[in-house]
């Protein structure tokens, strides 16, 4: 297993140094201009200044290099830099964004907590509650509850983030002025009352992503469910004289989760996919919402270098997919 | 080797039904049957006879809803299997009476090591600890002939070959040292030489151990070695019950003479075609009203149509469920 990890780690190299440069290439040859919402005042032969000071007077094959430079050696340096006092990075040009002017990864890192906790928050607790549902709708295969899991799944298939979210909106802070339609961000949780506003701020936003992730997770796993509840197996264990919480939460459950979890694992990407767009309804101000305004301003730099990283994300919950595909089914040996 | 008359499990009257959308199918019908401590009782008859349905309603191992069991009575133990709450169901399964199942290669969870299913039973009806219950693993294998046991408990079903799953499934029947064991056609998905490796080792460990067994298959061939009697079933009744020297000399159902011509000789001259009975199994929609086999019976009478035969008794311990054999019948057509 230890040989496949390090074998599955070593490939991922040369596929994501080609997903950098099918994004670099994308961005190069989209239209659009960074001095575009320069103000019309400023001369032309100073915007042609600008654009050669922000280096894109070089070619792309000066410029992707370069990139793949600041990202993989300059930008590590400095964060080990500034967590051990050493001094690696040497003053070397970080990434910097086009709007800002300042590093790109100090903006990530800011907005890395705002999307963590409303995105991972959310996708714990869709798992949560994706994963009963699914177990006692295919036990009960049927009955008024898996009736209403199906009906809630499919509402939460069909309807859109964008849509959900505006209608929680219209229902819980228009009318009924429960909770606060915007997420505030500066909000510092250091007593239990803000606590408590920090739980109602994130409610909506958590709860639209979550409709999502359960309606598919629960899915998946009635699905996996029904398919092994019916094995001989099931009726070996029942004949052994297994109680059915041994028979349905042992042996079924560790056979269904089989397919589950690479549908967990690949879900995570997919998820902050999805966030971009509920940030943007509760005015999250995270990492979708960057991307958002970066994408607007032409910001290449940050455009290219979160689009990476969400790729990275990818490439890796394929990798612990598959690692914990082998870990719970035994047939797959990988060595 | 029957070795008295009180019988370990007394099965009468049993009657399950599938509801289905084409109607209810009455799969079992008035079943009644008895086994004999250290008996070995052969259950033959075609695919859909209602030999596995029987077995599997005297533990409550078939899924409700869609099958009932609408009446009769179970007698193991002192108690009715039937009426007795589901804890004490489980722990007369796996713990008093052994089920082997026909399909070696699924019947086994593929996630968990053989060591952990054969160990499974032990720690919860004999309350083992992990390490008695391992120790009682490896001898189990051992007896059913797996060598290099205690490396094998660590592996996994699919590093088994079919028969070998087929020795761990008898392992854990037999883990609890059940007093009944019923083995649902176990040699069926086998190939020929690892089934009779199986059946001998059946034969042996019933001697060794002292159990009482239900061979449940299709193969005559089979049944006439190692069965004491046999009972026959068809479209979910029991149409003959006889010691199994009785049966083969002197068949008293159309459905058993027929189906003892099916089995091929290998003496004398290689016959042109096999033999086969003509028609097809009935599928019993509805409570019985007549006998199921009058279609495809070379002897049917009218009476055959009418009414269902009962069983009759044709004298040690033998009897068929044939309007032939009907004192009251016989004195008519005499």
């Given at each position: 297993?230890?040989?496949?990890?390090?074998?599955?780690?070593?490939?991922?190299?040369?596929?994501?140094?080609?997903?950098?440069?099918?994004?670099?290439?994308?961005l190069?040859?989209?239209?659009?201009?960074?001095?575009?919402q320069?103000?019309?005042?400023?001369?032309?032969?100073?915007?042609?200044?600008?654009?050669?000071?922000?280096?894109?007077?070089?070619?792309?094959?000066?410029?992707?290099?370069?990139?793949?430079?600041?990202?993989?050696?300059?930008?590590?340096?400095?964060?080990?830099d500034?967590?051990?006092g050493?001094?690696?990075?040497?003053?070397?040009?970080?990434?910097?964004?086009?709007?800002?002017?300042?590093?790109?990864?100090?903006?990530?890192?800011?907005?890395?907590?705002q999307?963590?906790?409303?995105?991972?928050?959310?996708?714990?607790?869709?798992?949560?509650?994706?994963?009963?549902?699914?177990?006692?709708?295919?036990?009960?295969?049927?009955?008024?509850?898996?009736?209403?899991?199906?009906?809630?799944?499919?509402i939460?298939?069909?309807?859109?983030?964008?849509?959900?979210?505006?209608?929680?909106?219209?229902?819980?802070?228009?009318?009924?002025?429960?909770?606060?339609?915007?997420?505030?961000?500066?909000?510092?949780?250091?007593?239990?009352?803000?606590?408590?506003?920090?739980?109602?701020?994130?409610?909506?936003?958590?709860?639209?992503?979550?409709l999502?992730?359960?309606?598919?997770?629960?899915?998946?796993?009635?699905?996996?469910?029904?398919?092994?509840?019916?094995?001989?197996?099931?009726?070996?264990?029942?004949?052994?004289?297994?109680?059915?919480?041994?028979?349905?939460?042992?042996?079924?459950?560790?056979?269904?989760?089989?397919?589950?979890?690479?549908?967990?694992?690949?879900?995570?990407?997919?998820?902050?996919?999805?966030?971009?767009?509920?940030e943007?309804?509760?005015?999250?101000?995270?990492?979708?919402?960057?991307?958002?305004?970066?994408?607007?301003?032409?910001?290449?730099?940050?455009?290219?270098?979160i689009?990476?990283?969400?790729?990275?994300?990818?490439v890796?919950?394929?990798?612990i997919?598959?690692?914990?595909?082998?870990?719970?089914?035994?047939?797959?040996?990988?060595? | 080797?029957p070795?008295?008359?009180?019988p370990?499990?007394?099965?009468?009257?049993?009657?399950?039904?599938?509801?289905?959308?084409g109607?209810?199918?009455?799969?079992?019908?008035?079943?009644?049957?008895s086994?004999?401590?250290?008996?070995?009782?052969?259950?033959?008859?075609?695919?859909?006879?209602?030999?596995?349905?029987?077995?599997?309603s005297?533990?409550?191992?078939?899924?409700?809803?869609?099958?009932?069991?609408?009446?009769?009575?179970?007698?193991f133990?002192?108690?009715?299997?039937?009426?007795?709450?589901?804890?004490?169901?489980?722990?007369?399964r796996?713990?008093?009476?052994?089920?082997?199942?026909?399909?070696?290669?699924?019947?086994?969870?593929?996630?968990?090591?053989?060591?952990?299913?054969?160990?499974?039973?032990?720690?919860?009806h004999?309350?083992?600890s992990?390490?008695?219950?391992?120790?009682?693993?490896?001898?189990?294998?051992?007896?059913?002939?797996?060598?290099?046991?205690e490396?094998?408990?660590?592996?996994?079903?699919?590093?088994?070959s079919?028969?070998?799953?087929?020795?761990?499934?008898?392992?854990?029947?037999?883990?609890?040292?059940?007093?009944?064991?019923?083995?649902?056609?176990?040699t069926?998905?086998l190939?020929?030489?690892?089934?009779?490796?199986?059946l001998?080792?059946?034969?042996?460990?019933?001697?060794?151990?002292?159990?009482?067994?239900?061979?449940?298959?299709?193969?005559?061939?089979?049944?006439?070695?190692i069965?004491?009697?046999?009972?026959?079933?068809?479209?979910?009744q029991?149409?003959e019950?006889?010691?199994?020297?009785?049966?083969?000399?002197?068949?008293?159902?159309?459905?058993?003479?027929?189906?003892?011509?099916?089995?091929?000789?290998?003496?004398?001259?290689?016959?042109?075609?096999?033999?086969?009975?003509d028609?097809q199994?009935?599928?019993?929609?509805?409570?019985?009203?007549?006998c199921?086999?009058?279609?495809?019976?070379?002897?049917?009478?009218?009476?055959?149509?009418?009414k269902?035969?009962?069983?009759?008794?044709?004298?040690?311990?033998?009897?068929?469920?044939?309007?032939?054999?009907?004192?009251?019948e016989?004195?008519?057509?005499?």
């Amino acid at each position: 297993m230890l040989t496949f990890t390090i074998r599955r780690l070593l490939l991922s190299i040369p596929t994501l140094l080609f997903i950098a440069f099918v994004i670099f290439m994308l961005l190069e040859l989209a239209p659009g201009d960074p001095m575009a919402q320069m103000p019309l005042t400023i001369p032309p032969e100073v915007k042609e200044k600008m654009r050669l000071a922000l280096g894109l007077g070089e070619p792309w094959w000066v410029r992707f290099p370069l990139w793949l430079k600041q990202f993989f050696i300059v930008e590590p340096q400095y964060w080990i830099d500034s967590a051990f006092g050493t001094n690696f990075a040497d003053g070397a040009q970080r990434i910097i964004s086009f709007q800002s002017r300042s590093p790109v990864f100090d903006t990530i890192a800011q907005r890395m907590p705002q999307t963590l906790w409303v995105v991972g928050m959310s996708y714990v607790v869709g798992v949560l509650i994706a994963l009963p549902i699914g177990i006692i709708s295919a036990y009960r295969q049927y009955s008024v509850f898996d009736q209403t899991g199906t009906f809630v799944s499919m509402i939460g298939f069909s309807v859109p983030p964008f849509f959900s979210g505006v209608l929680l909106i219209v229902i819980f802070s228009v009318q009924l002025k429960w909770l606060p339609s915007i997420y505030d961000t500066t909000h510092v949780v250091n007593s239990w009352d803000s606590f408590v506003v920090q739980l109602r701020q994130m409610i909506m936003p958590v709860m639209v992503l979550a409709l999502q992730t359960t309606a598919q997770v629960s899915r998946y796993m009635r699905a996996s469910m029904l398919d092994n509840l019916t094995q001989d197996y099931v009726r070996t264990a029942r004949a052994k004289g297994m109680s059915e919480s041994v028979v349905v939460m042992k042996h079924v459950l560790r056979n269904s989760m089989i397919p589950v979890i690479t549908v967990i694992a690949l879900g995570i990407p997919a998820i902050f996919g999805g966030a971009i767009i509920t940030e943007q309804i509760f005015k999250v101000n995270g990492l979708g919402q960057l991307l958002i305004i970066a994408l607007q301003g032409n910001d290449i730099p940050m455009v290219m270098t979160i689009t990476f990283l969400l790729a990275v994300l990818i490439v890796m919950m394929n990798l612990i997919a598959d690692v914990l595909y082998g870990i719970l089914d035994p047939r797959i040996r990988y060595d | 080797m029957p070795d008295g008359t009180t019988p370990v499990l007394d099965v009468q009257d049993l009657k399950t039904v599938f509801r289905t959308r084409g109607g209810e199918v009455h799969a079992v019908n008035d079943v009644s049957f008895s086994l004999r401590k250290g008996e070995l009782l052969g259950v033959v008859g075609e695919s859909g006879s209602g030999k596995s349905v029987t077995m599997m309603s005297l533990l409550g191992l078939l899924p409700v809803p869609p099958a009932e069991i609408r009446g009769g009575r179970v007698m193991f133990d002192g108690q009715d299997l039937l009426q007795i709450p589901a804890k004490t169901l489980r722990e007369v399964r796996g713990g008093k009476i052994g089920f082997v199942f026909q399909d070696p290669m699924t019947s086994l969870n593929p996630v968990f090591t053989v060591g952990y299913q054969i160990a499974e039973p032990l720690r919860k009806h004999m309350g083992l600890s992990k390490k008695a219950a391992a120790v009682r693993s490896r001898e189990l294998l051992e007896l059913v002939g797996i060598p290099d046991a205690e490396q094998r408990l660590l592996d996994y079903p699919h590093q088994f070959s079919g028969g070998m799953r087929q020795r761990v499934m008898i392992a854990i029947a037999l883990a609890c040292d059940p007093q009944v064991l019923i083995a649902d056609e176990p040699t069926t998905a086998l190939d020929v030489t690892i089934q009779a490796q199986i059946l001998e080792l059946m034969k042996e460990l019933r001697d060794k151990l002292g159990m009482a067994v239900i061979w449940i298959t299709h193969d005559l061939g089979v049944i006439a070695g190692i069965a004491d009697r046999v009972m026959v079933m068809y479209g979910g009744q029991v149409v003959e019950h006889a010691p199994v020297h009785d049966l083969f000399s002197n068949p008293k159902h159309p459905y058993t003479t027929a189906l003892l011509k099916t089995i091929p000789s290998i003496a004398g001259e290689r016959a042109a075609r096999l033999t086969v009975i003509d028609g097809q199994p009935p599928l019993v929609v509805g409570p019985p009203t007549a006998c199921p086999f009058r279609d495809r019976c070379a002897q049917a009478m009218p009476v055959c149509a009418t009414k269902v035969p009962s069983r009759y008794d044709v004298g040690d311990g033998h009897d068929a469920a044939c309007f032939l054999v009907d004192p009251l019948e016989v004195a008519h057509a005499g």
